[in-house]
């Protein structure tokens, strides 16, 4: 072999691809790539042309190649996507091959500095400080077991809450190090309240608050109309609520196979608020609201991990995409599991950087917290141990050692002391806090159909693939069998994707590595419905991904935007601004017709009417003031009569009454009031024959077949 010879593109990706390579090849830089040109053609080529007229300046004088490579990518990863978007006879072929053209396209960007992902560098670690106080942490541990026992009542009482409280307290009082404490941001303030505010807005604040306002645009936009109805575990939700305002505290709650208690807490704070009540409103602000706090963190993680530009996509992306936008206004626990996942992965990454036992600490809260909120969020602290690992399989220094050894034990002892009363309850009583788990990952209620291991590869298969393909087939979290993601999102996310996979192998940046890894292991709560594979995938159990997904769709638009900036000073910003701005322009449109269109279309199908009904008995009960006069005859499938009664503001009354129970209505003074389905016969029957002076009345509906009868007596 020729001793002058250089490796070239094509070494590069055997020393990648092929197996047993110890060394990876480096090509030389693009620009030590030059052809050999023949000397005399050469010198034809570059006589001058002999003209008169002078030669014209070119319009653009680029001073960095057109990124062409980049853009083949892109167009690719459009064509891909758009391809797989839900039409009669879908074929995944088409999309398959342009996704692969797009990623050789993307890796020859990539090799050729085309395509450039935001990133940070590694910090100096210093020696990292063990010093506590003793005392106050012995303090902090006795009052943890102190409220241990106390919380074996299974209720939070002001005694044992105010025990645990105080062992948090002291905890983190006890590890406080000098930097804790914000000393200098509060006296910056003050300094700024003696000499007068001076309010600086730069062009940065006006677009990121623009990219804010947008997103929570369509977070409340047709706020009581999508979804305009509640699904019978709304009902089981609000009847927690309920407990809660009538002075219950539990500190688990039974309903419904078990459900951790934040969001009934947090709810009947909104209801005394907002003066709400027991109603879908106050469901739905509680998450739409955390939804919206969402948003801010994801901005943070792409400063944390690539730059500002990166962050402000990921955020705004996330803002108008359909998947988080429906989890959060559905109004169930689903937002609770990327609304407590992104501030514990935030404050995680900080402190990893910063070495701050603050930035732990805080972690740890939001962590513990996460384990009251929704249950899925039960694999976060398995990522956190995953990603310790991470780091020192990357960084093997002792100094790195300790230090990812501190981090993690003050992240446990935070997030267990915050967990108490769940760890007690769990102790006492492990079926209740198991059994939905076990029931979807064994076959306490369903055997498994096939062997568990291939139902689990099948099953991760299928949520790997549910951002290009199908999200899945329940109507009321999803427009069933479509992609997780928009094609513009999509699409920037497998370029992001590759992308990020690419520089791993080439940097081995742990960061990188395990911003890949968390998105299956954060869909792990759906991948592993062995027992219900149709339940897999699903946009609620695997909505932690929403994090990783959305800053790996920032840091490809951010490579994309920085590959066409660099084109030409003057007019390069600008194009890229350009395309940036149609890209986001496309998506918006997409998702807005997902969400208010598409999703609403597709919810208000599959769910009853209830609204209408409790309205309908709402102006019975203003009008003759007797809640116990009116009915719903009960009926299979039908509407939930619960909700009847919470849409009739009275939240209390279950207004269900079946065809057998109806002579006994005759001891009831009248008037009288019946709902009946269209199709329940015997009922109608029945009612003429018990009152044959009644009143029969068809009540039509917006929605085909979501009519109903009324049936009123007056004497």
Do not use: C
Not at 49 to 56: F, G, L, N, Q
Not at 313 to 326: C, H, K, Q, T
Not at 647 to 656: L, M, Q, V
Not at 665 to 678: H, Y
């Amino acid at each position: 072999m020729n001793e002058n010879h250089e490796p070239s593109v094509l070494d590069y990706l055997k020393s990648l691809l092929i197996p047993g390579r110890k060394h990876i090849v480096i090509p030389p830089p693009v620009d030590e790539f030059e052809p050999e040109v023949d000397t005399q053609v050469a010198s034809v080529v570059d006589e001058p042309e002999r003209v008169d007229k002078p030669a014209e300046k070119p319009f653009l004088k680029p001073e960095h190649p057109l990124p062409w490579l980049t853009l083949l990518a892109l167009l690719a990863a459009l064509i891909a996507q758009f391809s797989l978007e839900p039409r009669p006879n879908r074929d995944w072929v088409v999309g398959a091959l342009f996704y692969g053209a797009a990623a050789i396209a993307l890796v020859f960007a990539l090799l050729r500095n085309q395509f450039v992902l935001a990133d940070t560098d590694e910090p100096t670690l210093q020696e990292p400080s063990r010093q506590f106080d003793r005392t106050m942490l012995g303090i902090s541990l006795g009052l943890a077991a102190v409220a241990f026992l106390f919380f074996g009542s299974e209720q939070f009482t002001t005694l044992n809450t105010l025990v645990w409280m105080a062992s948090i307290g002291a905890f983190i009082f006890a590890v406080r190090s000098p930097s804790f404490i914000l000393q200098k941001p509060f006296h910056n303030l003050l300094e700024q309240i003696r000499s007068g505010f001076t309010l600086k807005i730069s062009a940065w604040t006006l677009l990121l608050a623009a990219a804010f306002i947008l997103s929570v645009f369509f977070r409340v936009y047709q706020f009581n109309e999508v979804p305009s109805q509640m699904v019978s575990d709304h009902a089981e939700k609000l009847y927690d609520v309920a407990d809660v305002l009538d002075g219950q505290r539990p500190i688990f709650f039974t309903r419904n196979t078990g459900r951790e208690a934040f969001q009934f807490y947090w709810t009947a704070f909104i209801a005394d608020l907002f003066n709400t009540g027991i109603s879908f409103v106050s469901l739905k602000i509680g998450t739409v609201v955390l939804g919206i706090l969402i948003l801010p963190f994801l901005y943070l993680l792409g400063k944390e991990l690539g730059s500002r530009l990166a962050g402000l996509f990921a955020m705004l992306f996330a803002g108008i995409a359909y998947w988080p936008n429906v989890i959060s206004r559905v109004a169930l626990r689903f937002t609770l599991y990327p609304f407590f996942f992104a501030p514990t992965l935030y404050f995680f990454l900080r402190g990893m950087r910063t070495q701050k036992r603050r930035d732990f600490v805080l972690s740890g809260l939001f962590l513990g917290l996460g384990l009251h909120g929704y249950t899925p969020f039960r694999v976060v602290p398995l990522l956190i141990v995953l990603a310790i690992a991470l780091y020192l399989l990357h960084n093997k220094s002792n100094r790195a050692v300790r230090h990812a050894m501190i981090g993690l034990l003050l992240i446990t002892m935070t997030a267990t002391l915050v967990a108490i009363p769940l760890i007690r309850y769990g102790i006492d009583n492990p079926d209740q806090v198991l059994y939905r788990t076990l029931t979807r990952v064994g076959s306490i209620e369903q055997e498994l159909q096939a062997p568990a291991l291939e139902i689990f590869l099948k099953n991760l298969w299928g949520a790997m693939t549910m951002f290009a393909w199908d999200n899945g087939e329940v109507w009321v979290i999803s427009v069933p069998h479509r992609p997780a993601l928009d094609a513009v999102s999509g699409a920037l996310y497998y370029l992001g994707f590759v992308a990020v996979l690419v520089r791993y192998i080439r940097r081995r940046k742990w960061t990188d590595l395990l911003l890949l890894i968390s998105i299956p292991i954060l869909m792990l709560p759906s991948i592993f419905s062995l027992a219900f594979p149709s339940e897999n995938p699903s946009l609620n159990r695997t909505a932690g991904a929403i994090i990783p997904v959305f800053l790996l769709i920032g840091f490809a638009l951010e490579a994309i935007y920085n590959a066409i900036r660099q084109v030409h000073r003057e007019m390069g910003p600008a194009l890229a601004g350009g395309l940036a701005a149609l890209l986001i322009f496309v998506s918006a449109s997409l998702n807005y017709n997902l969400v208010f269109n598409q999703y609403r279309t597709s919810f208000d199908n599959g769910a009853w009417n209830s609204s209408q009904i409790g309205g309908v008995v709402e102006d019975f009960v203003d009008t003759w003031g007797n809640p116990d006069s009116a009915y719903v005859v009960g009926y299979p499938h039908w509407v939930d009569t619960r909700l009847v009664g919470v849409n009739a503001g009275t939240p209390d009354k279950d207004y269900a009454i079946f065809i057998d129970q109806l002579p006994e209505t005759l001891n009831q003074p009248n008037p009288k009031l019946f709902v009946v389905n269209v199709n329940h016969t015997p009922a109608l029957e029945s009612l003429m024959g018990l009152y044959p002076n009644g009143i029969m009345r068809l009540v039509p509906s917006q929605i085909d077949g979501r009519e109903f009868y009324i049936y009123f007596v007056a004497q």
